[in-house]
């Protein structure tokens, strides 16, 4: 090993696809989740000669929305941008994109500045895995797309991970786009140079990312591999490399292409936008339709609940987030009474997560929403309210729990039904202290000789006859006055 130090440099380029009725510039449908190839197309993005693109509004919108929540500067002048090469799922020859007019500029996410963040079209998706022939389905082409890029600012393989995981999860509260990086709705590219002197290395870019964990362990392999080449005295040369997720590795594609490649020029068939003058485009009008985000979210929930949440669960309801409403909506039926709270935190992250993850082990988080539809957040607070007045041992609440998770219902009349009400009522309990006092003598004299731990036992004998729905400490309190009598 060499003495030298050399320090990781790291730049994402995010595309995501924007969640809009139709397409950037026609009106085809935009549904990511048909599967029927070619079936959402008309000329304009099919590429016909004649045919004239349209601004999608909401598309440019949703950009804008990122860009204040970003606290990025908006623009007020801005137009697109004809991107042209020849590729078969390009049907115009070229893309509309934006050049040197983004939408936004600057902002910053998750302590990573941004560099710009603008709108184009999606291409069309090929296919190559059959026969001797490609495929090309034209669904995706023309569908509106977000690019975001970062400055050369993230330092490591596990912040890259975390600022792609942050800008999924604002897109996703922010509504504009649905992110899922398994269906290609967010790709991300990864620019990775090291250096050992204060100037930038040569920068690679690595493509096909389409899981967090690959944009991890990308960039790492790639951090390593460039170091390897700058130790046995090579250069790193500037490219576009792929990542194999099967193999592990970065692969070389093509030697890295020039902005002035392209060609780029303002599209004549776009007008230009004045942003500013579009009333609906204002920052303060933007600004009222943008809900509470991730780090508001983390900081209130934070502050409401102090110790009483643990950081990673707290996390579980930042980001799933009809998980984090449903416990909102808990707590709002708690009416103020706090001391409820706790005992809910503990049975919707472990006892709900737990019965849903054995239904659907990790992706519970897509399934969650159908929860409520069962278990109202009203009913899910009338169970925990038991469990905090003791009307319900903790057994007999997973017991309800479990019913109302598969069949819905009042947890107090299943409760009752399932016989799990705490029997408080002195006279029945009193009869099977009797019983288990004369069936047990020696745990009794044991106790009697000062061993506390037989008391346990009698009250486990006391929970068995009565099912688990005696109260415990109730039963505990019998049996001491019992021996002591
Ligand atoms: P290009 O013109 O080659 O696309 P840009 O300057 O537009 O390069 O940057 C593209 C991306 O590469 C940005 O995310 C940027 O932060 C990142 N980047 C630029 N220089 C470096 C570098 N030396 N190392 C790592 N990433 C870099
Ligand atoms: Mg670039």
Same mark, same amino acid.
Not at 119 to 129: F, I, N, V, W
Not at 133 to 155: C, H, Q, W
Not at 225 to 248: C, F, M, N, P
């Given at each position: ?61 949703h950009?804008?929305k990122v860009?204040v929540a ?76 977000? *690019? ?7 330092? =490591?393989? /596990?912040? @890259?991970?975390? +600022?792609?995981? %942050?800008? $999924?999860?604002l897109l996703r509260y922010l509504g504009v786009s ?26 690679? *870019? ?7 964990? =690959?944009? /991890?362990? @990308?960039?790492? +392999?790639?951090? %390593?591999? $460039? ?62 339709e943008i809900p509470?985000l ?192």
């Open positions: 090993m060499s003495q030298k130090k050399y320090s990781p440099t790291i730049g994402l380029e995010i595309h995501a696809e924007l969640k809009t009725l139709t397409k950037m510039f026609c009106n085809s449908k935009n549904d990511p989740d048909e599967q029927k190839p070619n079936v959402n197309i008309c000329p304009v993005c099919m590429g016909h000669p004649g045919t004239l693109p349209v601004i999608n509004k909401e598309a440019v919108k950009v804008l860009g970003v606290e990025g500067e908006l623009a007020d002048f801005t137009e697109f941008d004809r991107k042209n090469y020849f590729y078969p799922d390009i049907p115009k020859g070229y893309q509309i994109s934006q050049y040197k007019y983004p939408l936004v500029k600057g902002g910053t996410l998750s302590g990573v500045a941004l560099t710009r963040i603008h709108l184009e079209e999606d291409t069309a998706r090929s296919g190559h895995d059959e026969g001797d022939y490609s495929l090309v389905d034209f669904n995706r082409a023309g569908l509106p797309l977000m *690019e975001l890029v970062t400055e050369p600012v993230i330092k =490591s393989a /596990e912040e @890259a991970g975390t +600022f792609a995981r %942050e800008l $999924q999860l649905n992110a899922n990086m398994e269906k290609g709705e967010m790709r991300v590219e990864a620019n990775i140079s090291v250096s050992d002197t204060d100037t930038f290395g040569t920068k690679v *870019e690595v493509k096909n990312l389409n899981s967090f964990r =690959s944009v /991890e362990r @990308a960039v790492r +392999f790639e951090l %390593e591999r $460039q170091i390897d080449v700058l130790e046995s005295g090579e250069k790193v040369i500037q490219e576009t490399r792929g990542w194999d997720d099967g193999k592990q590795v970065t692969f070389s594609q093509r030697a890295k292409e020039e902005s002035h490649d392209y060609r780029y020029f303002p599209d004549p068939d776009l007008p230009k936008l004045m942003i500013s003058e579009i009333p609906e485009f204002a920052s303060a009008a933007l600004k009222k509470e991730p780090r508001e979210v983390r900081e209130r929930l934070s502050t409401s609940y102090g110790d009483k949440l643990t950081e990673e669960n707290r996390e579980i309801f930042v980001r799933v987030i009809p998980f984090g409403n449903y416990f909102n909506a808990v707590i709002s039926a708690f009416a103020g009474e706090k001391k409820h709270e706790k005992i809910a935190i503990n049975y919707l992250t472990s006892d709900l997560i737990g019965l849903m993850k054995k239904d659907f082990g990790d992706s519970w988080e897509e399934e969650f929403a159908k929860v409520s539809t069962k278990i109202s957040p009203e009913n899910f607070a009338k169970l925990m309210r038991q469990v905090g007045e003791s009307v319900i041992s903790s057994r007999g609440a997973k017991d309800v729990l479990a019913l109302m998770y598969k069949d819905g219902g009042d947890p107090v009349v299943l409760a009752e039904k399932a016989g799990l009400l705490q029997k408080s009522n002195e006279g029945e309990l009193s009869e099977i202290v009797k019983t288990i006092l004369q069936a047990n003598p020696k745990v009794v004299e044991d106790f009697k000789n000062g061993k506390e731990a037989s008391l346990q036992f009698l009250v486990g004998q006391g929970m068995r006859a009565t099912k688990g729905s005696a109260n415990p400490a109730m039963l505990a309190t019998m049996i001491r006055e019992s021996i002591a009598k």
